[in-house]
């Protein structure tokens, strides 16, 4: 049989009877031959509670020891996981990142992989054990714990996967499958039976929390196989039927595919737009504006530049929401004075919505279409950026709901396609909070 590994989300581990669940199916998979690593997240809330306690100390904590709080509760649900599999007679360990070891870059609350050491996993499934490693972390060549960031277990588990040349890595969460769009609000989303790479990483770029961004970097660059479906389906339900259930992430298109220009709507509420006036026209400017806000580990995502009027423009960007007022500072700081800027403003009340398809590279008007249905709906485009595969907008995020609905009907993506699969009775909402 094979080498599986299973990544559990939050929710997945979100209590007792549920962590009963988890070790239930696992049992299943282990049983039918498969060595089976499983990479959880911490139980649902667990890891914003231990932040809070030590924002509540202190309204900036020092990431090295925010990240030594922040790993504890991944280590607590990988023991009780290794525990209730013992419960079930099946032989388990549970090891956290620094002892594999899963080995990172010293940029504590967003550390980077660089290496894992498979030798002691491979040994353990060597003789017959289920190995559960902590999801999220790692270890610094000093020594010190390091976190991934939100969403770092996907990150983790893909990661692990190849690193043990494993068939395939089951993303196990509180969804069954990739979305047209978010069923809380388009009901009649349809969930994707399969989705390419590079779709799915426009997705997760573009704000489906369905998988963690660098996850599915991993993935495509190691070339793992990588399966979302659901948790809280029956753990006892057969094999082969779960085995071929949720959406498969594949790195082949086929003739399917062709069918669905647009594949999906994605949407990000979670942005925030900063202006600079009256900046010098002149070879470097966007460096001198962006270099600093890239030295202070901030990520930028769309990026317009105004034509020059008298020598001057306006440079415009988006960054995380909670990245706003850190990227202000450094703006004004580091670069107002320094390049002659006459104002920096921001706004956070925007939103990014997309249209996914990889059919747009032999399909025209896809964009026609998209900008003629957002001006249909009295909705003003500020800032417009595409790719190959992907065109986005940023709105006021007043309208964002309503655009969303309106691009999934233009798109006809509430029709079922080859593609589709029907609406569950009672839908999994594919864009929560990821684990």
Known sequence: MALI?????????GSAERIKNVAARVAKWHRAGHQIVVVPSAMAGETNRLIGLAR???ERPDERELDAIAATGEQVSSGL?????????????????????????????????????????????????????TGFQGVDDAGNITTLGRGGSDTSAVAIAAALGAKECL???????VYTTDPRIVPEAKRLHVVSFEEMLEMASLGSKVLQ????????KYRVPTRVLSSLTDPFMPLDIEMKSGTLITFEEDEKMEQAVVSGIAF???????????????????????????GANIDVDMIIQNQSVNGTTDFSFTVHRNEFAKTIEVLEHEVKKRIGAR????DTKVAKVSAVGIGMRSHVGIAALMFRTLAEEGINIQMISTSEIKISVIIDDKYMELAVRALHRAFDLDATNG???????????????PN
Not at 88 to 114: E, H, M
Not at 268 to 279: F, H, P, Q, S, Y
Not at 423 to 433: I, S
Request: include cysteine; charge should be neutral; proline fraction near 6%.
């Open 56 to 58: 509540a100390i202190c």
């Open 171 to 177: 993303i196990y969460t509180d969804v069954d499958g």
């Open 343 to 346: 104002e920096i403003f921001g």
């Open 5 to 13: 590994v299973h990544k559990y989300g939050g929710t997945s581990m």
């Open 268 to 294: 990000n509420r979670d942005e925030a737009k900063i202006t600079v006036l009256g900046v010098p026209d002149k070879p470097g400017i966007a460096f001198q504006i962006l270099g600093p806000v890239a």
């Open 81 to 133: 996981l290794a525990i209730a599999l013992r419960h079930l007679g099946v032989d388990a360990r549970s090891y956290a990142g620094w002892q594999v070891p899963i080995t990172t870059d010293s940029a504590y609350t967003k550390a980077r992989i660089q290496n894992i050491d498979g030798k002691r996993v491979l040994n353990e499934l060597g003789r017959g054990a289920v190995v559960i490693i």
């Open 213 to 220: 961004l660098r996850s599915v970097e991993f993935a495509g």
């Open 419 to 433: 593609r589709n699969g029907p609406h569950p009775e009672n839908p999994a909402v594919a864009h929560a909070p």
